[in-house]
Protein backbone atom coordinates (compact mmCIF):
# COMPACT_ATOMS: atom_id res chain seq x y z
CA UNK A 1 0.00 0.00 0.00
CA UNK A 2 1.13 3.74 -1.11
CA UNK A 3 -0.95 5.51 1.04
CA UNK A 4 -1.02 9.51 1.45
CA UNK A 5 -3.49 11.52 4.22
CA UNK A 6 -5.52 14.56 2.32
CA UNK A 7 -7.56 16.94 4.04
CA UNK A 8 -9.31 20.19 3.43
CA UNK A 9 -9.79 21.82 6.96
CA UNK A 10 -11.25 25.38 8.25
CA UNK A 11 -11.03 25.74 11.61
CA UNK A 12 -8.49 22.90 12.67
CA UNK A 13 -10.67 19.54 13.79
CA UNK A 14 -10.31 18.27 10.54
CA UNK A 15 -6.58 18.78 10.23
CA UNK A 16 -6.02 17.96 13.90
CA UNK A 17 -7.72 13.63 12.97
CA UNK A 18 -5.59 14.49 9.71
CA UNK A 19 -2.40 14.55 11.80
CA UNK A 20 -3.25 11.78 14.09
CA UNK A 21 -4.28 9.39 12.02
CA UNK A 22 -0.59 10.08 9.49
CA UNK A 23 1.10 9.30 12.54
CA UNK A 24 -0.83 5.99 13.47
CA UNK A 25 -0.60 4.97 9.79
CA UNK A 26 3.21 6.23 8.86
CA UNK A 27 1.39 8.20 6.21
CA UNK A 28 2.36 11.86 4.60
CA UNK A 29 -0.17 14.10 5.33
CA UNK A 30 -1.30 17.05 2.38
CA UNK A 31 -3.34 19.96 3.22
CA UNK A 32 -4.88 20.00 -0.26
CA UNK A 33 -5.37 23.80 -0.44
CA UNK A 34 -1.37 24.27 -0.09
CA UNK A 35 -0.44 21.24 -2.09
CA UNK A 36 -2.58 19.85 -4.70
CA UNK A 37 -5.83 20.43 -6.92
CA UNK A 38 -5.99 16.94 -8.24
CA UNK A 39 -5.98 13.86 -7.05
CA UNK A 40 -2.03 13.07 -6.30
CA UNK A 41 -1.24 10.09 -8.76
CA UNK A 42 1.70 8.34 -6.67
CA UNK A 43 -0.58 6.96 -4.28
CA UNK A 44 -3.06 3.90 -4.47
CA UNK A 45 -4.61 4.34 -1.23
CA UNK A 46 -6.58 7.75 0.15
CA UNK A 47 -7.41 8.75 3.10
CA UNK A 48 -9.56 11.99 2.83
CA UNK A 49 -10.94 14.30 5.30
CA UNK A 50 -13.53 16.68 5.37
CA UNK A 51 -15.34 19.12 7.15
CA UNK A 52 -18.57 20.02 6.81
CA UNK A 53 -20.36 23.63 7.30
CA UNK A 54 -23.59 23.87 7.12
CA UNK A 55 -24.70 20.69 4.97
CA UNK A 56 -21.69 21.02 2.57
CA UNK A 57 -18.55 19.09 2.27
CA UNK A 58 -15.49 21.44 1.68
CA UNK A 59 -14.28 19.29 -0.92
CA UNK A 60 -17.41 18.41 -2.40
CA UNK A 61 -16.20 20.44 -5.50
CA UNK A 62 -13.39 18.51 -5.22
CA UNK A 63 -15.17 15.10 -5.70
CA UNK A 64 -16.91 15.83 -8.41
CA UNK A 65 -14.08 17.28 -10.81
CA UNK A 66 -11.47 14.38 -9.57
CA UNK A 67 -14.85 11.55 -9.27
CA UNK A 68 -12.96 9.53 -12.45
CA UNK A 69 -9.55 9.12 -10.88
CA UNK A 70 -10.71 8.52 -7.18
CA UNK A 71 -12.87 5.44 -8.05
CA UNK A 72 -9.51 3.86 -9.16
CA UNK A 73 -7.91 4.18 -5.93
CA UNK A 74 -8.76 2.50 -2.10
CA UNK A 75 -10.52 5.67 -0.49
CA UNK A 76 -11.65 5.89 3.26
CA UNK A 77 -13.23 9.22 3.74
CA UNK A 78 -13.27 10.76 7.05
CA UNK A 79 -16.16 13.76 7.45
CA UNK A 80 -15.76 15.76 10.50
CA UNK A 81 -19.18 17.57 11.72
CA UNK A 82 -21.84 18.14 14.12
CA UNK A 83 -24.10 15.10 13.05
CA UNK A 84 -21.65 12.29 13.67
CA UNK A 85 -24.06 9.98 15.66
CA UNK A 86 -27.40 10.80 13.00
CA UNK A 87 -27.54 8.41 10.26
CA UNK A 88 -30.46 10.21 8.63
CA UNK A 89 -28.72 13.49 8.82
CA UNK A 90 -25.10 11.16 7.54
CA UNK A 91 -26.85 9.84 4.37
CA UNK A 92 -28.08 13.13 3.30
CA UNK A 93 -24.60 14.76 3.88
CA UNK A 94 -23.54 11.79 1.78
CA UNK A 95 -25.90 12.14 -1.27
CA UNK A 96 -25.76 15.97 -1.22
CA UNK A 97 -22.02 15.90 -1.27
CA UNK A 98 -20.22 12.93 -3.08
CA UNK A 99 -21.13 11.70 -6.33
CA UNK A 100 -22.98 8.51 -6.25
CA UNK A 101 -20.26 5.89 -7.86
CA UNK A 102 -17.59 7.36 -5.29
CA UNK A 103 -19.98 6.82 -2.24
CA UNK A 104 -20.76 3.49 -3.28
CA UNK A 105 -16.35 3.02 -3.94
CA UNK A 106 -15.59 4.76 -0.44
CA UNK A 107 -15.58 3.44 3.20
CA UNK A 108 -16.86 6.54 5.33
CA UNK A 109 -16.22 7.50 8.58
CA UNK A 110 -18.28 10.57 10.74
CA UNK A 111 -16.53 12.04 13.03
CA UNK A 112 -17.39 14.53 15.68
CA UNK A 113 -16.08 18.07 15.55
CA UNK A 114 -15.75 20.76 17.29
CA UNK A 115 -17.32 24.42 17.25
CA UNK A 116 -15.21 27.24 19.03
CA UNK A 117 -17.06 30.13 18.91
CA UNK A 118 -13.95 32.70 19.56
CA UNK A 119 -12.05 31.13 16.27
CA UNK A 120 -15.48 31.26 13.83
CA UNK A 121 -15.93 34.11 11.41
CA UNK A 122 -18.75 36.64 12.50
CA UNK A 123 -20.73 35.07 9.58
CA UNK A 124 -20.06 31.91 10.49
CA UNK A 125 -21.02 32.69 14.47
CA UNK A 126 -24.19 34.62 12.92
CA UNK A 127 -25.10 31.61 10.76
CA UNK A 128 -24.77 28.73 13.71
CA UNK A 129 -26.26 31.63 16.25
CA UNK A 130 -29.67 31.39 13.69
CA UNK A 131 -29.68 27.87 13.17
CA UNK A 132 -29.46 27.38 17.22
CA UNK A 133 -32.31 29.64 17.53
CA UNK A 134 -34.81 27.12 15.05
CA UNK A 135 -33.23 23.77 16.88
CA UNK A 136 -36.37 22.40 19.16
CA UNK A 137 -33.58 20.09 21.08
CA UNK A 138 -32.58 22.33 24.37
CA UNK A 139 -29.11 20.55 24.37
CA UNK A 140 -28.02 20.50 20.99
CA UNK A 141 -29.32 24.56 20.78
CA UNK A 142 -26.76 25.09 23.60
CA UNK A 143 -24.10 23.46 22.67
CA UNK A 144 -24.35 25.50 19.29
CA UNK A 145 -25.07 28.71 21.11
CA UNK A 146 -21.95 27.90 23.44
CA UNK A 147 -19.79 25.55 21.34
CA UNK A 148 -18.50 22.19 21.69
CA UNK A 149 -15.42 19.98 21.38
CA UNK A 150 -15.26 16.72 20.91
CA UNK A 151 -12.54 16.02 18.94
CA UNK A 152 -10.53 12.73 20.41
CA UNK A 153 -7.94 10.71 19.16
CA UNK A 154 -10.05 7.68 19.77
CA UNK A 155 -12.62 8.34 17.41
CA UNK A 156 -10.45 7.60 14.56
CA UNK A 157 -9.90 3.76 15.74
CA UNK A 158 -11.96 2.63 13.66
CA UNK A 159 -10.77 3.80 10.71
CA UNK A 160 -7.19 2.77 11.38
CA UNK A 161 -8.84 -0.65 11.79
CA UNK A 162 -9.73 -0.60 8.46
CA UNK A 163 -6.68 0.52 6.93
CA UNK A 164 -4.45 -1.97 9.14
CA UNK A 165 -6.93 -4.85 7.94
CA UNK A 166 -6.95 -4.00 4.39
CA UNK A 167 -2.67 -3.56 4.68
CA UNK A 168 -2.44 -7.28 5.70
CA UNK A 169 -4.97 -9.05 3.67
CA UNK A 170 -3.14 -6.88 1.32
CA UNK A 171 0.00 -8.71 1.90
CA UNK A 172 -1.76 -11.95 2.39
CA UNK A 173 -3.30 -12.44 -0.77
Not at 15 to 27: I, R, T, V
Not at 41 to 64: A, H, Q, R
Not at 96 to 103: E, G, H, K, R, Y
Not at 156 to 173: A, C, F, G, R
Request: proline share 3%.
Amino acid sequence: MKGVVIYKGKYGSTEQYAKWLAEALYLPVIDIDKHYTEVPEEYDTLIIGTPVYFGNMLLKNWFSKNEKVLVGKTIRLFVVCGSAGDQLAQDKILKQNVPADLARHCKTYFLPGRVDMSRLSWFDRLLIKGGALMQRDRQKRYLMMRGYDAVKREHINPLIKSVLHDTITEKIV
